[in-house]
């Protein structure tokens, strides 16, 4: 069974946020806070939402349905997203990897998001 209060707490914990901290973030109260991490109350899909965000994760794993966290692209630039789009594609590939390092691919591809990022 999906504990929704121990993964918030864990996420929380992970970011060294206090309960008021989270709540201030959130615009909840602390006791709110409180009462979704020992699973009393439910927040609303706003604040799941919000939560979401806050954490970089998508509202399947907050419910429980998937286990994996998600990356926020919303703040990137259009050539930043299709670098990281292209480095997903490229690295995502098995059969790409080498045993002595990087391809020449990957390499061009991580040349180019040093480039880009310090920009």
């Known amino acids: 069974m ?10 929380r914990k992970e970011r060294d946020y206090t309960q008021a901290q989270l709540a201030e973030k959130l615009g ?3 006791s ?11 927040p609303s899909l706003e604040t799941l939402i919000d939560i979401s965000n806050l954490f970089n994760t998508s509202l399947d794993y907050l419910v429980g349905i998937e286990k994996k966290e ?7 630039s259009a050539r930043q997203f299709d670098i990281i789009k292209t ?7 098995k059969k ?11 390499l061009e591809i991580m040349n180019e998001i040093i480039i880009e990022f310090m920009n």
Do not use: P, W
């Not at 999906?2 to 996420?11: Q, S, T, Y």
């Not at 998600?70 to 990137?76: A, V």
């Not at 790409?96 to 990957?106: A, I, V």
């Open 87 to 93: 480095l997903l594609t490229e690295f995502h590939d």
């Open 70 to 76: 998600s990356i926020s692209t919303n703040d990137l």
């Open 2 to 11: 999906h504990d929704f209060g121990e993964l918030l707490k864990h996420l």
């Open 28 to 30: 909840k109260s602390k």
């Open 96 to 106: 790409k990897y080498r045993r002595n390092g990087l391809t020449k691919c990957q």
């Open 32 to 42: 709110a806070i409180c009462r979704y991490e020992n699973n009393q109350k439910l």
